[in-house]
């Protein structure tokens, strides 16, 4: 009878649509049912009510003999009032199923019904009396105005991350509240975000009593003005100042609760992703987005340091470049269009024109796999260089990434590194230089096999986990080379000392796998006619790319490197969504 007392209680809760998490008896971790579910049950009994604690549920009994319910304070709640009709319970003999409850025990359990009704009660008048005093509250605060103080110097207006430079000066900024701790009736912190930084906002006396101010809620956007102050030894806050507000204005009200009310960290991935607008706004994934665009930024630099130049090359195409399987088609003004899944083949006819070049772009693959490291949209980051060999492909691949990971943690955004991943230490070159072949002999020399217990052999394509637990044991960067040519592209050149290996290279980085793949180009016309008869695919939409190899044809390699695998190895993400502005993968449009 102890532990059947929640089904009484959901005719209290507060909140109609949300389940309570437990009841207050001790030891009892039962569940409860909301209020809107058992408002629905609680309706007066006339007959007989009937429970088992054999085979009844207070979650889908109704009380009648084939539904009945489990616990005796269950149908008290049903009944609703007393006098209660005559409750059955499960009959101490087999020649019966059910027999009226001992007096005793329903004198027992309706003491526990009546305590938990006078509690409900109480509670529910002192909601009213608190909800009476929050209205009156609020409509006193509305007669509460307060206006600048004219005597005051006209602020400088600033972004946060000026404020160090703008300590002792009346300022104003904006923003949004990130954080909101109330301390009494007469003072009242925030901690304001703009986009720049954080900065801890006092207010105290009138600026806390408004209408305005009792509405306040986080992410609320409001304008402040005050005095910015050092913090005195011994305080904290972001900065080690805070501004000491004499006036602020709300710009635009939030709901109370903010984003909580919507979701948090311990929300399922789902709901996470499905209000990604609102998860944007936490200080960790603002830091991946802010560490996104330097990054993106230091690409670049690179690239314009040696000489390249920056090309922006369609999406929508009318070939496909890695394999028909993973193209995304649509209708383009009826001709059959794709989105594209790599710009290399476009890249290379800018060769002859401006030489090395390079793109920032979207690519898409219409992936079906669900691993931590897939993406159907992805930042593609390519290159494509003329009148290099393998060796200085290689070479320049180690050095985009070693410059661009030296860059970043020489930038002012590389202490949201560390933020982020404590641990990072930057790659040094030579990278590790490692054939198929042996990494294929690696696999089995470590007993690293299929799901079926056998070993991989020469010529099968390698899948992520092995990938990824030979990377993870050897635990530095590795330059994969030299795979064969029936499990790459048909546009890759073979090598000239093993016609049946291809010059191509795959980037791998431990946590994450491959982040980097590339390789040299056929350059031969006749070869490459050939290698779109192997691969089956017609040479007629590809006029363009092959008039490269007749009009003044030149060894030249490339590669396409994923910025957001990149992120996930230099920010030890677990997954590669957690990198994404808005992640797209397969069944993940929205928002």
């Known amino acids: 009878a102890d532990s059947a007392h929640h089904s009484y209680l959901t005719q209290y809760t507060r909140n109609p649509h949300v389940n309570l998490e437990s009841c207050d008896i001790n030891g009892c971790g039962c569940s409860l049912r909301s209020r809107e579910e058992a408002g629905k049950m609680a309706t007066t009994f006339t007959g007989n009510i009937y429970t088992s604690d054999k085979s009844g549920s207070d979650e889908t009994g109704d009380g009648t003999e084939s539904k009945p319910l489990k616990t005796i304070l269950q149908a008290m709640t049903l009944a609703g009032q007393e006098p209660f009709p005559t409750i059955h319970v499960d ?60 005597s005051l110097p006209s602020p400088v207006i600033i972004k946060v991350r000026a404020a160090i430079q703008n300590r002792d000066v009346r300022v104003m900024v904006k923003g949004w509240v ?11 912190f925030t901690v304001l975000r703009d986009g720049t930084g954080y900065i801890q906002c006092v207010f105290n006396d009138i600026l806390c009593h408004s209408y ?17 102050k050092s913090l005195p030894k011994g305080k904290s806050a972001p900065g080690d100042h ?26 399922h991935i789902d709901i996470q992703l499905d209000n990604r607008h609102m998860m944007i706004r936490g200080e960790t994934v603002s830091k991946i987005l802010r560490v996104r665009s330097a990054v993106t930024q230091c690409f670049r630099a690179h690239y314009f340091d040696r000489g390249y130049v920056e090309m922006t090359p369609p999406t929508l195409v009318q070939t496909m470049c890695e394999g028909g399987s993973t193209l995304f088609k649509l209708d383009y003004f009826s001709q059959q269009a794709y989105l594209t899944q790599s710009s290399q083949l476009y890249l290379e006819t800018a060769l002859p024109a401006v030489g090395d070049v390079f793109c920032v772009a979207q690519s898409y693959r219409a992936e079906q796999s669900r691993t931590r490291r897939h ?33 970043i943690l020489k930038s002012s955004d590389a202490h949201l590194i560390y933020d982020l991943n404590p641990n990072f230490k930057a790659p040094s070159k030579p990278f590790k230089r490692m054939d198929y072949a042996d990494a294929v002999q690696y696999l089995r020399d470590h007993n690293i096999t299929k799901d079926d217990g056998s070993f991989y052999e020469f010529g099968e394509d390698i899948p992520e ?23 790459k592209a048909f546009y890759m050149a073979k090598c000239p000392e093993n016609r049946e290996l291809t010059e191509s290279v795959d980037v791998l980085m431990p946590n994450v796998g491959e982040i980097v793949g590339g390789s040299m180009r056929t350059y031969n016309y006749d070869e490459l006619m050939e290698a779109y008869k192997i691969e089956g695919i017609d040479s007629t939409p590809y006029y363009w790319y092959t008039d490269q190899r007749k009009y003044g044809t030149c060894p030249h390699g490339g590669y396409g490197l994923g910025l957001e695998r990149f992120l996930t190895w230099l920010l030890d993400r677990p997954h590669i969504r957690d990198v994404c502005f808005y992640p797209r993968f397969i069944e993940r449009c929205t928002p």
């Open 91 to 150: 009959a101490k003999s087999a020649e019966n199923r059910y027999e009226p409850v001992a007096q005793a025990q329903l004198k027992k359990v309706k003491k526990i019904w009546q305590r938990q009704c006078r509690k409900a009660t109480e509670q529910d008048h002192k909601e009213e009396l608190d909800n009476e005093r929050r209205k009156q509250n609020l409509d006193d605060a509305k007669n509460i105005i307060f206006e600048q103080d004219s």
């Open 178 to 188: 990130h954080r909101l701790r109330r301390q009494g009736k007469n003072l009242m």
């Open 212 to 228: 305005d101010a009792l509405l306040l809620s986080t992410e609320s956007c409001i304008a402040v003005y005050g005095v910015i």
């Open 242 to 267: 805070e501004l000491v507000v004499d006036y602020w204005e709300m710009i635009g009200c939030s709901p109370a609760g903010g984003a909580d009310n919507v979701m948090n960290t311990e929300s």
């Open 375 to 407: 993406l159907a949209e992805y930042s593609h980051i390519e290159a494509e260089c003329p009148f290099i060999t393998y060796e200085d492909l290689l070479n320049r691949i180690e050095d985009l990434i070693c410059d661009v990971v030296d860059r």
């Open 465 to 487: 986990a092995p990938e990824r637990k030979m990377t993870d044991q050897l635990n530095e960067p590795i330059l994969l080379c030299r795979f064969p040519a029936g499990i």
